[in-house]
């Protein structure tokens, strides 16, 4: 009897231990005030949100939903990521000319899956050279929930929206930041000095 007793108490302070864990984790992370996101459309909604009030310096821009199971060449020209397979739905907003630097995309990462590497990727991933006359400045990512939102453009341009997603959201995870960086020119193709030379007099 006094066996059992102590089995049924261990298992007890077993579960307590687990559930005080758990709860802890929950409180630890940042509480997102974003909806809950049950189709692609939830997040169209979102960045449509986010671009209230905001649209004044931002060119003609075409949101709509990537199927990266039927079209995933589309899908990895608008995130510059190939793996999304811990991805439940993915939107992207797109300047109509080709030539503005401008791209934000939106993510809904799948149950048990580590939103915080996917943000890290989808800004390790992002090319801000991706255009060809023109580069984004910065792009800007972070996290709220099960969402990864990111935005690259012109410096002034990405904070602006970037910010408005976090109003929008309440809580975020860890926000990370990218610069672009002119690539340097290689000595043999660096232009000559053709400043004459100084004479004495």
Same mark, same amino acid.
């Given at each position: 009897m006094k066996n059992v007793v102590k089995i049924?108490?261990?298992?007890v302070i077993v579960v307590a231990i687990v559930a005080g864990v758990v709860l802890f984790l929950n409180n630890s992370k940042p509480k997102s005030n974003l909806p809950e996101i049950t189709q692609a459309e939830d997040l169209i909604?979102?960045?449509n949100?986010?671009?209230?009030g905001n649209t004044e310096n931002l060119p003609m821009l075409d949101t709509q939903v990537l199927d990266f199971v039927n079209t995933p060449e589309t899908a990895q020209y608008a995130t510059d990521i190939e793996d999304f397979s811990n991805i439940e739905y993915a939107v992207a907003s797109m300047p109509m000319m080709n030539a503005q630097a401008y791209s934000l995309t939106i993510l809904k990462?799948?149950?048990g899956a580590n939103v915080e590497e996917? @943000?890290?990727? %989808?800004?390790?991933?992002?090319?801000? #050279?991706?255009?060809?006359?023109?580069? @984004?400045?910065? %792009?800007l990512t972070t996290?709220?929930? #099960?969402v990864v939102f990111s935005i690259?453009?012109?410096?002034?341009?990405?904070?602006?929206?970037?910010d408005s997603f976090k109003a929008l959201a309440g809580g975020i995870g860890e926000e990370y930041v990218r610069e672009f960086e002119q690539p340097e020119m290689p000595e043999d193709m660096m232009?000559?000095?053709?400043?004459?030379?100084?004479t004495e007099e």
């Open positions: 049924i108490l261990a298992i909604a979102i960045v949100k986010v671009y209230e990462v799948k149950d996917v @943000a890290k990727m %989808v800004n390790e991933k992002a090319q801000l #050279n991706r255009w060809v006359c023109v580069c @984004a400045d910065k %792009v996290s709220s929930g #099960n690259m453009s012109n410096a002034e341009i990405a904070q602006t929206i970037y232009p000559e000095d053709t400043t004459p030379a100084a």
